[in-house]
């Protein structure tokens, strides 16, 4: 509960991000067991569409099945505003803001259409710029700076971050929860080292004894690199987290566009310097978290037949 009207109400994806973390730990412990690794974050629409489109059954068995924080948060926002409000989960209009115009394609999906409801389980994802513009226009109702300034004075709880990064801090995040599965007294410490450029980072660990190597992939140059490395067996890592976009989610296509790309330097370091709370030991989910990806048939016509 946020303490605010019925009229409006405001989640952060950073409890679905949370969820998605905690199942990613327990999918990359079940998967290294079976020796089906590495485990490719599936959380960017971007590198989903790409895989499947382009890379068939050879990746998508990578993937992992857990959903990402947006469709997490898809899947809880409107069962509880609806019993909240005592209102038919159809009458709950849940809008996205994201920092990704794929989000959008991510959303329409048909796995994401609520079975028990039929409808949608987001009706609408704006990316962070078209929210921005919107927010400038005159279109607005003129009570609606009034109504959040009330949700800003009167949330009931504080605005949670999570370390590792602005993407999301999957590859952290993973390892953390890995070793709240495996018990490790001890506070985990995960150093990413630069590979070949700053997009392209590794970091390897020990847990319980066990040995535990991640990597972070970002921009379509370094994925095609780390799917080379899977088709020839050569791929050691255990977990990567992959974002279609250079510079992470913060580079996001979405996103307000930058005059200088030195800014973007300056908003990591921004997002860094929030207070992360990462003291939450416990993470209860209900409910089926996991969904599938398929390989899309290449589109044929006479004009791409060979004569």
């Avoid at 690794?37 to 099945?65: F, M």
Wanted: hydrophobic residues 35%.
């Amino acid at each position: 509960s946020t303490g605010i009207n019925a009229e409006y109400g405001i989640f952060s994806s950073v409890e679905g991000s949370e969820i998605s973390h905690f199942l990613s730990a327990k999918e990359l412990l079940e998967r290294r067991k079976s020796g089906k690794t590495p485990v490719l974050a599936s959380a960017c629409p971007g590198w989903i569409c790409y895989a499947e489109k382009t890379q068939g059954e050879v990746v998508l068995p990578y993937l992992s099945s857990i959903r990402s924080p947006q469709s997490i948060m898809g899947a809880l926002v409107k069962p509880a505003v609806a019993k909240r409000e005592s209102v038919s989960v159809s009458n709950v209009y849940h809008i996205a803001v994201m920092p990704c115009f794929d989000k959008k394609l991510e959303a329409s999906r048909p796995d994401f259409i609520s079975e028990e409801h039929g409808v949608p389980e987001i009706d609408l994802v704006l990316s962070t710029a078209e929210a921005f513009d919107l927010w400038n226009t005159d279109d607005l109702p003129e009570n609606i700076n009034e109504s959040f300034d009330s949700v800003r004075t009167n949330l009931t709880y504080p605005i949670r971050t999570l370390s590792g990064g602005g993407s999301g801090g999957f590859a952290f995040r993973v390892l953390q929860h890995v070793a709240k599965h495996l018990n490790e007294p001890i506070p985990l410490t995960v150093t990413f080292n630069k590979l070949r450029n700053k997009d392209l980072t590794e970091a390897s660990v020990t847990i319980q004894g066990h040995e535990f190597n991640v990597a972070k992939a970002y921009g379509f140059r370094n994925i095609q690199n780390i799917i080379q490395k899977i088709k020839r067996g050569r791929c050691k890592y255990d977990y990567i987290e992959v974002m279609a976009c250079p510079g992470g989610c913060v580079n996001g296509g979405g996103q307000i566009k930058l005059e200088d790309a030195s800014e973007l330097e300056a908003i990591n370091e921004l997002y860094a310097s929030v207070a992360a709370n990462d003291t939450q030991t416990e993470v209860e989910c209900e409910g089926n978290f996991t969904t599938s990806y398929h390989a899309v048939e290449k589109a044929t016509s006479a004009l791409s037949s060979q004569w």
